[in-house]
């Protein structure tokens, strides 16, 4: 039985979790694995990539790209890196989650976070070795702070280096209310507990069928 074979939906039940990683040995694999994706997708998307920054310049002319903190492993901060898809103003009252149908979203540009081919730059976190393939999506250190008084256990998630997809991302999807993410981190942990090279492979090919998501907003 795997690991995709054993979701629960007793999220609130109490478990251990074992976060240790699984040894060097796997880490220089995952990190081998990190590389060669990362290059073999900037190649294969740089076109995709470039058009969706003309049209983000051309519509909005503001910045393409914005970089914006998170929480990578161990809480070491990082500033990842993410086509911007919303107003240059869209936070002028504080961090927030995006809602259906937002009107923070830049014109035409709807697109880009359902494909969520804005996600594509952080390929050069990846390269930069601030993020992997395959990991728990860091969260900004705001809403850690918001989240710890529901999620007690949301501290754990940075026992490993964040992801660009994860077990959560896969069996999930995108999801910004509390009985989500509690979904998300107990499918963070599930993974923590299980990772190995094996499993990071088949995320990532779980992954290419979820890259349309119409509930992404």
């Known amino acids: 039985m795997t690991v995709f074979d054993t979701i629960q939906t007793d999220w609130a039940q109490d478990r251990r979790h074992k976060f240790a990683s699984p040894g060097m040995r796997f880490e220089l694999a995952k990190r081998m694995v990190d590389l060669c994706g990362a290059l073999l997708a900037l190649l294969l998307f740089s076109p995709v990539l470039l058009i969706a920054a003309c049209w983000v310049k051309l519509t909005d002319g503001g910045p393409v790209f914005y970089r914006q903190w998170r929480v990578g492993r161990d809480g070491k901060l990082f500033k990842i890196w993410k086509l911007r898809t919303m107003r240059t103003d869209a936070e002028k009252d504080g961090p927030q989650y995006a809602t259906d149908n937002d009107p923070r979203v830049v014109r035409g540009c709807g697109w880009m976070r359902r494909s969520h081919i ?100």
């Open 118 to 217: 804005d996600e594509l730059p952080q390929l050069l976190n990846v390269l930069r070795g601030d993020m992997a393939l395959v990991g728990p999506r860091p969260e900004r250190p705001e809403l850690i702070e918001k989240l710890r008084e529901d999620l007690p256990g949301v501290d754990k998630r940075v026992a490993a280096t964040p992801g660009i997809t994860g077990l959560a991302q896969v069996v999930n999807g995108y999801t910004n209310d509390l009985d989500g993410m509690r979904r998300k981190l107990d499918l963070d942990l599930r993974y923590l507990e299980q990772r190995s090279i094996a499993l990071d492979i088949r995320l990532i090919l779980k992954t290419f069928p979820r890259f349309w998501d119409r509930t992404a907003c």
